[in-house]
């Protein structure tokens, strides 16, 4: 009988253990996952997990709810592709189901899952649009050009639109859904990306655009006694630029509720989560209702935005931050006389709705700003000045500003992509840029980072795109790796070090052909000027 058991218990030890030749299956918490092998750029083997579920579906009572922790499963769960993504009207995604359903996370491994030596530092990637649009799909985050330097790659979903950002100040209907989905996903990685071989106390947060505003928001969230994240890099998107919601923020919650229930006139909050619990996804879509980032009256993103900045309640960590050199420039074609004559009768349209500035002071300030782009000219005249203005209000002086409260308390890395080449994806625009702007608009760094099947073959591009491709990526993986983007000097990177900035110069790394390390970003120290004179309290935006 001992030796059956034997017998037994060998050939259990043997079925388990063949069954797991290659490292494409890892044992979860909450049952098993199957991934897949492919190749890096070098021709290296990784290991891909994708759609791995992070949180509960968030539908039925969970919709409009807390993100919850999975339900286990049986068997081997299928983790070889993308099959969902949050609900959305966007239609770039028209061949994936877009779902309630979403709350996924995809890993990428360039080790043995379940190693336990030298585990690798990670870089958990928060993906942009709008945060009512796009997903952290491998399709357009593959991490092929990632995946020969050293790290751990994840990326995931988080609700957006309605379903992430529409909420009630009480608590019924819980305030930025989306961020806390993410948090729920960082707190995910932290609990399990050593069974991938990644390092729980090496994890980089990393976003573009709405993506990097999240990153931000994150930061201010974090408590000095927190280790959910130990670096981050910021790509176009500050929360300091602005969309954050202080004041009124039932508002959206009731419009959407009497939108998809014609019949609901009540101002309970649990019955309006009865309401919109009850609705048609599609009608909860389709409502016109957005929801905003909002600043809560308690809790970890109570917080926000520039005041944030200002108070330094959070914790300090070492950030690569910046902009693209004319983030708005692809808005060019679709800018026409009419508007531009109506701004310059009526500069107060310059100023973002989040600057508090008295009504008195508007009209003075508007034609400051004014000024500042056109001097005695006019926006009907230079159209290339309205898109530095946009593109200024919009992302950069924002950006610049977080890097001038922060950079005496911790390592920040400023820049500037400056770098506008084919593979950017953006030429068909490049005959209607104005000459006297920046070339590189937003999300165009994007294609030297990823590859989102665009850019699968780099042959077919100049070969300096693909150079500008491996030093941005170079760089990048870096400051994952040594939370410095130029730890030594290095060749592909022209020997370059990229210095930290500091208050008075802001000094930033141009990121071009021929990188080089300049002072004082565009035209930030005369809004500033301006801003410092005239802004009010509550400091929600700087811009």
Known sequence: MKSQTVVITILFYLVTTLAEPDGT??????????????????GN???????????????????????QEPEPWEGI??????????????????YLEKSEDCLYMNVYTPIVPGTKDNLLPVLLWIHGGGFSAESGIYEYYGPKYIMDHGIVVASFNYRLGPFGFVG????????????????????????????????PNQVIIVGESAGSMAVGCHILSQ?????????????????????????????????LGRIVDKSFSSNSTSE????????????????????EVAIEKEGIFSSFGFQGFIDKKYKQIPVIIGFNSEETVLASPFINKTQLKEIDMNPTLLISTGVNIASENRQTVGILYKQVYVGNGSFENDIGAYIRHNSDTS??????KQVELSCTDAPYYFYQFAYKGELGQQMDYIDKIP???????????????????????????????????????KMWTNFVKYLNPTPEPDPLLGNITWLMSEPTTLRYLNISASSEMREHPRQFQQIKAILEEYMEPPFDSYS
């Open 25 to 42: 299956i890892v044992q979860l918490e909450r049952g098993k996952i199957q991934g897949i092998i492919r190749k890096s750029e070098n």
């Open 45 to 67: 083997d990784y290991y891909a997990f994708q759609e791995i579920p992070y949180a509960a579906p968030p539908v039925g009572p969970n919709r409009f709810q807390l993100p």
């Open 77 to 94: 769960l299928n983790a070889t592709r993308n099959t969902k993504i949050c609900i959305q009207a966007n239609s770039r995604h028209d």
């Open 168 to 199: 009630t100040d009480d608590g019924t209907i819980p305030l930025n859904l989306g961020l806390k989905d993410q948090r729920f996903a960082i707190e995910w990685v932290n609990k399990n990306i050593e069974l991938f071989g990644g390092n």
């Open 223 to 255: 408590k000095p006694d927190e280790n959910l994240f130990h670096g981050a890099i910021m790509q176009s998107g500050s929360p300091v630029a602005g969309g954050i919601k202080r004041n009124n923020l039932n508002t959206a919650a009731f419009d």
């Open 272 to 291: 309006l989560l009865t309401v919109l619990q009850n609705a048609d996804a599609n009608d909860i879509l389709m409502s016109g209702v957005f929801g």
């Open 395 to 400: 992302f950069t002086t924002g950006t610049a």
């Open 435 to 473: 000459a006297d702007t920046g070339k590189v608009g937003h999300a165009e760094d994007l294609h030297y980072m990823w590859d989102d099947t665009t850019n699968s073959d780099l042959s077919q591009y100049p070969e300096e795109d693909g150079l500008m491709l491996h030093r941005y990526v």
